[in-house]
Every structure is written in structure tokens, then in C-alpha cells.
T-cell receptor
Framework: NAGVTQTPKFQVLKTGQSMTLQCAQD?????MYWYRQDPGMGLRLIYY???????DKGEVPNGYNVSRLNKREFSLRLESAAPSQTSVYFC????????????FGPGTRLTVT | GNSVTQMEGPVTLSEEAFLTINCTYT??????LFWYVQYPGEGLQLLLK?????DKGSNKGFEATYRKETTSFHLEKGSVQVSDSAVYFC??????????????FGQGTILTVHP
């Protein structure tokens, strides 16, 4: 099992450009999450999908959109990137029937200039 | 709402020293508690967990006990190694209301262990 995979690993964007971060999991988990990690602030939840076909906002959703494409895949889109979105982005998944632990991907390091 | 507070870092220790990283929380209901570890350039890995009061989670020589009376989940290791150098995150998960299994994280504590 690959677990949770994310692409790309690194990306540099100019202000105003758009891009989509991809996430996939092969653990048959119901729930998926997108976080951003900034120095001194831990991880903050951007959006989540409790199950296939549903998505909801987390703590910091402004400037982002998501799509739960199927049970395996959950993408995060930046429509018009801003320097404030420079961060490391992590995708995670969880099996609703087995507690609250989440399994994380390796992350995408995004720089917006 | 839920919150997690970790001791300020960074923490620098010599190999074989004793480690404590403090974590306290505020939550409604009965949360599950976690410690995650992030090695340089990698994602977060679950280190240990506890799901109810007085549970002790343990893994790789690390331990933490769920103390409901003090709302704490401090991480300890008796003898750290250079390979333990990483960022450690305390987190809580709570099913209350419509949280849908979201985790609330502390700000992270950077640990550096010198030979």
C-alpha cells in the first residue's frame, strides 16, 4: 500500500496563477482532509470531506476550493494564488470506523511569489 | 472550542537525556489524544495515541498518559537518540457535534538531539 500520496512535491507560482494539488489514498478510507502548515502555527484545516460526495469548510477555507472526485481522490484548488498561501500543504485520510487517527501524505511545498 | 497548547520550543538535548514535552488541551466531551512526529522533509506520522482517561500510549520508547484531571497528555522518553530529532505535534480528535473527526493540533515542538 502506498498510503496517502500527493503531487506535486514542490511548486512555485506567481501571484494570480492557479493550480490544483492532488491527493489520493489507497486505504479505502471514508474521510479526507486538507491542512496547511505554517511555522509556529501547527496544522490548520482548510477543507474536509467526511465521505464521498460531501465537502465542508475547515478553519481557513478562503482562497481555496476542493473536489472529492471519488472515494480515493481529494483535490485542492487555488484559483488565484496569493503570497499568503505560501505554505506546506498536507492531505490526510481517516477510516471513520477505526477511531480518530489520520494518516498523512508527504506534503506539497508551495511558494507564491 | 477545542484547543491544544504545547510547550514552547525548540528543545535541545544531548543523547541519552530524558525528554518531556508538555501538552495540555481544552475540549468538550471525551476526546482522543495523539502525538504525531514529523521528520525533516516528511509528512506527519502517528507516534502514539490514547482514547480514554488514564490510558497510556507508547511506541518506540515514547510514552504519554491521558490525564483528564489535569487535561494533559505529556510526551516522555527516558533516553533520546539523535534519530529522535524531529518536530512533535500533540493533537486531539473529538466526535462532538459536527466535527467529523477533525484533529486539532498544537503548534509543534522542535526537538534536536546532539551526540
Amino acid at each position: 500500500n502506498a498510503g496517502v500520496t500527493q503531487t506535486p512535491k514542490f511548486q512555485v507560482l506567481k501571484t494570480g496563477q492557479s493550480m490544483t494539488l492532488q491527493c489520493a489514498q489507497d486505504m479505502n478510507h471514508n474521510s479526507m482532509y486538507w491542512y496547511r502548515q505554517d511555522p509556529g502555527m501547527g496544522l490548520r484545516l482548510i477543507y474536509y470531506s467526511a465521505s464521498e460526495g460531501t465537502t465542508d469548510k475547515g478553519e481557513v477555507p478562503n482562497g481555496y476550493n476542493v473536489s472529492r472526485l471519488n472515494k480515493r481522490e481529494f483535490s485542492l484548488r487555488l484559483e488565484s494564488a496569493a503570497p499568503s498561501q505560501t505554505s506546506v500543504y498536507f492531505c490526510a485520510s481517516r477510516d471513520q470506523g477505526k477511531g480518530y487517527e489520520q494518516y498523512f501524505g508527504p506534503g506539497t511545498r508551495l511558494t507564491v511569489t | 472550542g477545542n484547543s491544544v497548547t504545547q510547550m514552547e520550543g525548540p528543545v535541545t538535548l544531548s543523547e541519552e537525556a530524558f525528554l518531556t514535552i508538555n501538552c495540555t488541551y481544552t475540549a468538550t466531551g471525551y476526546p482522543s489524544l495523539f502525538w504525531y512526529v514529523q521528520y525533516p522533509g516528511e509528512g506527519l506520522q502517528l507516534l502514539l495515541k490514547a482514547t480514554k482517561a488514564d490510558d497510556k500510549g507508547s511506541n518506540k520508547g515514547f510514552e504519554a498518559t491521558y490525564r483528564k484531571e489535569t487535561t494533559s497528555f505529556h510526551l516522555e522518553k527516558g533516553s533520546v537518540q539523535v534519530s529522535d530529532s524531529a518536530v512533535y505535534f500533540c493533537a486531539l480528535g473529538n466526535a462532538g457535534g459536527t466535527s467529523y473527526g477533525k484533529l486539532t493540533f498544537g503548534q509543534g515542538t522542535i526537538l534536536t538531539v546532539h551526540p
